[in-house]
């Protein structure tokens, strides 16, 4: 969780005009628990968001890639991340559990 709540900070809040606010929720749902990290900051183009994730890319730090790819190895889910320019970005993870 930590390298994507710095990343809502850094990315998303820092760059704003004004205020901003970062919120974190947990739920239990249908199996998972459902992580959420939800900015109000500047968000991301379409082009962008396409990249966040994308391995090949090199225009893009690790952290959030090895977030992604630490959470598919071990419980077979990665990030889900929706955003919108100028509206702000979630960052949703599922882990499945043990019921």
Do not use: A, W
């Given at each position: 969780?930590?390298?994507?709540?710095?990343?809502a900070?850094?990315?998303?809040i820092?760059?704003?005009?004004?205020?901003?606010?970062v919120?974190?929720?947990?739920?239990?749902?249908?199996?998972y628990?459902?992580?959420?990290?939800?900015?109000?900051?500047?968000?991301?183009?379409?082009?962008?968001?396409?990249?966040?994730?994308d391995?090949?890319?090199?225009?893009?730090?690790?952290?959030?890639?090895?977030?992604?790819?630490?959470?598919?190895?071990?419980?077979?889910?990665?990030?889900?991340?929706?955003?919108?320019?100028?509206?702000?970005?979630?960052?949703?993870?599922?882990?499945p559990?043990?019921?």
């Open positions: 969780m930590q390298p994507i709540v710095e990343n900070v850094k990315h998303g820092y760059p704003k005009k004004g205020r901003g606010t919120r974190i929720s947990i739920r239990k749902e249908q199996g628990l459902i992580m959420e990290v939800k900015d109000d900051g500047v968000g991301m183009s379409k082009e962008k968001l396409c990249s966040v994730l391995e090949e890319s090199k225009n893009n730090g690790i952290g959030i890639r090895n977030v992604n790819e630490r959470f598919k190895k071990f419980y077979g889910c990665g990030l889900k991340i929706e955003s919108e320019e100028n509206k702000g970005t979630t960052v949703i993870i599922q882990i559990t043990l019921n």
